[in-house]
């Protein structure tokens, strides 16, 4: 009891309709290194957020180093030394290795201004215990790699006077030899007595590393278990995922006809800089094929590749046998390829414009008589669309903005099928979006499919994938596995694809 | 009735021009009368043309800082037209010439906003000054006058009640009134200032609408400079100063927002009507020309802060 | 120290062949260009502008942008102009600072609780400060000014002390920069505002006080002016100054999109342009071409900030 640092009660939050978490209570212990374990959604980042101040909790209570705390924003949190080193970092590219570290927390003499010497010398302890050989207080953050500048933001949380390191997917750009590195720095971290909360996939490097598990799932607290030799992967699995449920994704098997789109030896750069490479594949008329994996493999950044939204470093990409002429969007979407993207609100609709113009965004061209639009048309289009979608038709009228995550989803849909897109790539489709609408979208997809069209799902969600895919690939740390048909897999076998574990 | 005066986004001119109408028939003889509805007509009339060109780039997310001096150059290369042409030229062609130059202008900002990714406003303040500067420079810096004559009385005279050159601007704010409201073109530019790079997804050309709507501000721009030159007689280097705040002024008194993808023509003329009413009360009312630019200036401000959607969050 | 060069060196050496460049050609093109008296001239014609810019390139370092310090300019000098007749000049200067400071506090205020972007906000309060210049002016200059004033800013000898003036501010940007954490917080909410929430600094503070120094620096740009002229002019600040203002530090290797802070760079930038002014006069060139040049300069600062930055 006494090597607690935080102890968490009963702590729940719920957005809207959502429990994100739901009394979770857990010991962070001092010294050791905890593994946060859960699929996405599970509520890893919600209590990570909870306790450092970012958000706040609908009711329960932190108590740290026994005194019952109060944190409300950012800073209570870091009083009580309590801050995150998030995927993103969350450095300035601009500022130096020493003006970052010091960033907030600046050493001034006596006269209250900045004490640059000092700070540099400081800077240079911690990069040395930190073990950063050929990087200077003085570089720019923007020019030293990813993995120095992980150290940095690990540099900054010691000097603000950290006694809990959360760190959140901090191998995913980082080589073996980086790894361990990092794992030598919170060794040493655990052994001057700090906590140190590690989230990632990677579970071969959460083996290695840390000293207990907690897992969470669907933010219910499931397990917490100590570390030892007897532990394997499966036993981090198992409980991540609970039980399968199988009927939320009715499929209905469609005839599939020709190869419509294939990609030959596509290459491409994921958002933290690393290649992908040698994704080929192909897709047939009626086919819905399906990629999974985890976070950070790059399956968004493949979709956008595919759609000519990112460029494509290497390969070939085919609509109908032909090679697409120039790479970029409009090219795309002229050969019949359409887009739902992962963000509906920032990316797939125009939130101030009412439904109906969202849908007939890209179909204007044959609803107007040169250029202007025939109304009873347009609204025509908009109610082919509302029955099979199960939507009401005032939502034609009212703003994208009024709408329901699920409903706002069916409007981008809807918006593919006005322009008769011959070719649908759904990145993450049913994200935030609730249980009765996302069998709506599935339902629709699989209309999609008897359709003749061809669609490509990216999605987070096994369960999605495996309900819905005729064909599986996943995206894993060896490049992209597969295919597999349907009932080829289930939901363990694909998650331990995804985990890096080899299918016989 | 009442449901659409609530959702008006223009709510706030008409409110404003019928209080103003009544304050100032009460408390100026000389309000009330046909000559001075003319007046203000003819004030107002190069504003509403201009403006209607601002709306339609606020709406789709842009600005153009620069149509006063395009309509400026517009006007110094017709002048000089008109002058070195024998016999005076004709006014056909010198109409022509100011037009072209008004899309050149326009259509050249049009290039470096879409394709070289520079802010809207700080390109459209550089091209204010080279296009300034280009007036300047073709005019010698003075005033042109001796035009031809028949250009001169092209907007004289009346329909009906209406000065020509005012059913001109009328004309042509409904013409744009139609086209963003009823047109694929008008479409695209409320999607464009809701949310570009939806629309950039969708697979449509962003650059190409771009270069159309600062085309087309550019060469309402230039038509205004025709009307301007025409009116007065002369062509000035100086005209249009100061032009682009007043048409930035009644397109947010006209309720269409500076974040984009929502706005109406239609507020915009009442906009500016009020905006004429305003200036023309104080003048009859003989407040000092002075305090008018503040006063409008601060209007601005109310109209601006009040057509934020996002209060503090 | 020599640290310290070599990092200008490597940072700078893009505009100082620029500015080197310039000099050269003008000095081939007009015999008049090379002379003390012509340098004395550009320095002096620079420094109402490079006291503005220095201002700016706080705003800039947030991202923002200030256009309206053009107008309080003027209005500054107008308040100051007229204060000057009732109360001790020192203490008419400092109500002048004041006003000016309180306008660049209305402006971040504005921007920050609306959510309103800076350049139409500036943009708005440009048209009311231009506004209030004319109420108070009345549309005329105000002349007469106290003579310790205009020692004090302007000096008596031939050799204006204008130079010194502008060049003393510059330099207390400088130390801002180099010695307070302020100059490193402005540059975090420029360069990533979340690092610099989750670091505890307060951006709304940042954001609003940095247009309470591009204010302040309007006002000590609006004293130079007004030495200069021995008046205060309601129409100031109004042709190329305040371009320069926002150009220059651009130039210089500001970026619009925030997180940098450079004055050395800005005050090559204001040189590049006054260099250039000041040759093309020299070479006979009509003043109108200026406003051309100093458009297109603009434009071509913001495209090479832009490509800078992308890469």
């Not at chain 1, 981090?236 to 419509?260: C, F, N, R, T, W």
């Not at chain 1, 790479?327 to 509906?344: N, Y």
């Not at chain 2, 000389?30 to 060109?53: E, R």
């Not at chain 3, 954001?207 to 000590?220: D, E, N, W």
Request: overall charge neutral; aromatic content about 8%; proline content about 2%.
């Amino acid at each position: 009891m006494s090597d607690a640092f935080i102890q968490i009660n009963n702590l729940s939050k719920r957005f809207g309709g959502i429990q994100a978490l739901d009394h979770v209570s857990l010991t962070i212990r001092k010294g050791k290194v905890l593994g946060l374990m859960g699929e996405n959604g599970a509520g890893k980042s919600t209590l990570m957020r909870i306790l450092c101040g970012i958000q706040t909790c609908s009711q329960g209570e932190i108590i740290v180093e026994d005194k019952r705390a109060d944190i409300n924003c950012p800073e209570d949190a870091q009083d009580l030394g309590i801050g995150m080193i998030p995927q993103e970092l969350l450095l300035v590219n601009c500022m130096s290795v020493a003006e970052n570290m010091f960033l907030g927390y600046e050493i001034l003499d006596r006269f209250g201004a900045v004490d640059a010497k000092a700070m540099d010398l400081r800077t240079q302890e911690v990069l040395a215990e930190l073990g950063c050989e050929g990087i200077a207080p003085s570089d720019c953050l923007g020019t030293i790699s990813k993995a120095n500048q992980q150290m940095v933001a690990i540099g900054r949380r010691i000097i603000q006077g950290g006694k809990l390191f959360i760190m959140d997917e901090p191998t995913s750009a980082l080589t073996v030899h980086e790894t361990e590195k990092l794992f030598g720095v919170i060794r040493s971290l655990c052994n001057k007595g700090q906590s140190v909360v590690f989230i990632s996939h990677r579970l071969e490097e959460v083996l290695e590393l840390c000293d207990y598990f907690a897992i969470l799932r669907d933010g219910v607290l499931v397990d917490v278990f100590d570390n030892g030799d007897g532990i394997s992967k499966q036993d981090l699995i198992k409980p991540m995922i609970g039980s399968v449920l199988d009927e939320e994704y009715p499929h209905e098997q469609a005839d599939l006809g020709e190869v419509i789109l294939s990609c030959e030896g596509l290459s491409y750069k994921k958002d933290n800089e690393e290649i992908v490479d040698d994704i080929t594949f192909s897709l047939q008329a009626g086919e819905v094929v399906g990629f999974s994996g985890l976070v950070g493999m790059g399956k968004s950044e493949l979709a956008q590749t595919i759609y000519g939204l990112r460029p494509m470093l290497n390969g070939a990409i085919k609509v109908h046998g032909e090679k697409l002429k120039g790479h970029d969007v409009i090219e795309s979407s002229k050969r019949g390829m359409g887009f739902v993207s992962e963000d509906r609100r920032s990316e797939g609709l125009i939130l101030g414009l009412k439904c109906l113009y969202n849908m007939t965004l890209t179909c204007l061209r044959k609803l107007s008589i040169g250029t202007v639009i025939d109304r009873k048309k347009e609204l025509a289009v908009g109610m082919k669309y509302v029955t099979p979608m199960n939507m009401k038709r005032e939502y034609l009228s009212l703003p994208a903005n009024n709408l329901s995550g699920g409903n706002q989803q069916k409007v981008v849909i809807a918006r593919q099928l006005a322009s008769d897109a011959e070719i649908i790539i759904f990145d993450e489709p049913t994200k935030g979006i609730d249980v009765l609408a996302k069998s709506e979208v599935a339902k629709i997809i699989n209309s999609l499919s008897k359709q003749n069209k061809g669609i490509l799902i990216f999605s987070s969600e096994p369960r999605e994938v495996l309900g819905l895919c005729d064909t599986v690939y996943v995206l894993n740390l060896e490049g992209l596995q597969g295919p597999y048909r349907r009932g080829e897999l289930d939901y363990q076998s694909l998650m331990g694809i995804q985990f890096g574990e080899h299918h016989e | 009735m009442n449901s659409w005066f609530k959702q008006c986004s223009y709510r706030g001119s008409l409110i404003g021009i019928v209080v103003f109408f009544i304050a100032l028939s009460i408390f100026s003889p000389v309000f009330l009368s046909m000559n001075n509805f003319i007046n203000i007509f003819n004030q107002i009339t190069v504003n509403v043309i201009i403006a209607a060109g601002i709306t339609l780039l606020i709406i789709s997310g842009g600005i153009d800082l620069s149509v006063g001096s395009i309509l400026a150059l517009c006007g110094i290369f017709t002048a000089n037209y008109f002058r070195s042409a024998p016999g005076g030229g004709s006014v056909l062609i010198g109409i022509l010439i100011g037009v072209v130059v008004g899309l050149g202008c326009g259509l050249f900002n049009g290039l470096i906003i879409a394709y070289l990714h520079i802010p809207p406003f700080i390109a459209t303040l550089g091209t204010m000054s080279i296009f300034r500067g280009m007036a300047l420079v073709f005019s010698g810096g003075r005033p042109l006058m001796d035009l031809n004559e028949r250009y001169i009385n092209l907007f004289t005279g009346f329909i009906g009640p209406i000065p020509k050159q005012f059913v001109l601007a009328i004309i042509i704010s409904l013409f744009l009134y139609f086209l963003l409201e009823r047109t694929r073109i008008g479409r695209v530019a409320f999607a464009l200032g809701g949310n570009e790079r939806c629309v950039m997804i969708s697979g449509i050309s962003v650059k190409t609408f771009k270069l159309l709507f600062y085309g087309m501000s550019g060469l309402l721009a230039a038509i205004g400079g025709m009307v301007l030159t025409s009116m007065i007689a002369a062509a000035e280097p100086i005209a249009g100063i100061n032009y682009e705040m007043d048409a930035i002024a009644v397109v947010v008194m006209g309720g269409t927002s500076m974040e984009g993808g929502k706005g109406n023509i239609l507020g915009t003329i009442f906009g500016a009507l009020l905006l004429g009413i305003v200036r023309n009360g104080l003048n009859l009312l003989g407040v000092d020309a002075n305090y008018q630019q503040l006063f409008i200036g601060l209007i601005i401000m109310i109209a601006i802060i009040s057509g934020s959607t996002k209060k503090d969050a | 120290m020599k640290k310290f060069l070599l990092q200008a060196w490597k940072r700078y050496w893009g505009v100082l062949l620029a500015l080197m460049v310039i000099n050269v050609l003008f000095s081939l093109l007009s015999p008049y260009y090379l002379t003390t008296y012509n340098f004395l001239n550009i320095f002096d014609h620079s420094a109402i502008s490079l006291v503005m810019a220095v201002g700016m390139v706080f705003v800039l370092g947030t991202g923002g942008i200030d256009l309206s310090i053009g107008s309080t300019l003027a209005c500054s000098g107008i308040i100051a102009a007229q204060l000057f007749k009732v109360m001790p000049w020192p203490l008419a200067m400092l109500i002048a600072l004041a006003f000016g400071i309180g306008v660049g506090l209305l402006n971040g205020f504005i921007i920050t609780q609306f959510h309103l972007q800076p350049f139409i906000v500036t943009l708005a309060m440009l048209n009311i400060i231009r506004g209030l210049t004319l109420v108070l002016s009345g549309g005329h200059p105000v002349i007469g000014l106290p003579e310790g004033f205009l020692t004090l800013i302007y000096g008596k000898s031939l050799v204006s002390t204008s130079i010194y003036t502008s060049l003393a501010i510059a330099f207390i940007c400088l130390i801002i920069l180099w010695k307070t954490q302020y100059s490193r917080a402005v540059r975090a909410v420029g360069g990533c505002e979340e690092a610099a929430f989750v670091c505890g600094i307060n951006i709304r503070k940042i954001k609003i006080s940095v247009y309470a120094i591009s204010g302040a620096t309007a006002v000590f740009a609006s004293f130079i002016y007004m030495a200069k002229m021995d008046s205060a002019e309601p129409l100031a600040g109004l042709t190329t100054e305040w371009m320069e203002a926002i150009a220059a530090p651009i130039i210089g290797g500001n970026s619009m999109k925030g997180g940098k802070c450079f004055i050395i760079g800005t005050i090559i930038g204001v040189l590049i342009f006054s260099c250039i002014k000041s040759g093309l006069n020299m070479v006979g060139i009509n003043q109108h071409f200026q406003q051309i040049f100093i458009g297109g300069l603009t434009i071509a600062a913001v495209i090479v900030d832009s490509v800078r930055s992308s890469r």
